[in-house]
Nanobody, 124 residues
Framework: EVQLVESGGGLVQAGGSLRLSCATS????????IGWFRQAPGKKREGIAC????????YYAASVKGRFTISSDHDKNTLYLQMNSLKSEDTAVYYC?????????????????WGQGTQVTVSS
């Protein structure tokens, strides 16, 4: 059974930093595409950073590019999201997702595996 467990969320002031973690189990880490999504109140869930280990390709949404960095530790089967220069509009529930398909296909059909989410609140 695929399991994804996010941690690291919290309350931070604008301009600050947070690092989210996604501990994974139940699948071969390097065989999947894994990414971070977020959903702010009243808004649709959006993909913000993804990585596919088959070709080491990455994707960043324009809203986070240059501020957020996705990374991974294959020994720990863990995905990270380093978030710097946080803004109030980054306030959202952040989810980790994983799927054996390349993330380019996620626009057609969402990833099949999701974590429970972790809240990030940025105060202005």
């Amino acid at each position: 059974e695929v399991q994804l467990v996010e941690s690291g969320g919290g309350l931070v002031q604008a301009g600050g930093s947070l690092r989210l973690s996604c501990a994974t189990s139940g699948f071969t880490f390097g065989d999947y595409a894994i990414g971070w999504f977020r959903q702010a109140p009243g808004k649709k869930r959006e993909g913000i950073a993804c990585i596919d280990f088959s070709d080491d390709s990455t994707y960043y949404a324009a809203s986070v590019k240059g501020r957020f960095t996705i990374s991974s530790d294959h020994d720990k089967n863990t995905l990270y999201l380093q978030m710097n220069s946080l803004k109030s509009e980054d306030t959202a529930v952040y989810y980790c997702a994983a799927d054996p398909r390349h993330f380019n296909l996620w626009v057609i059909k969402e990833p099949r595996n999701w974590g429970q989410g972790t809240q990030v609140t940025v105060s202005s």
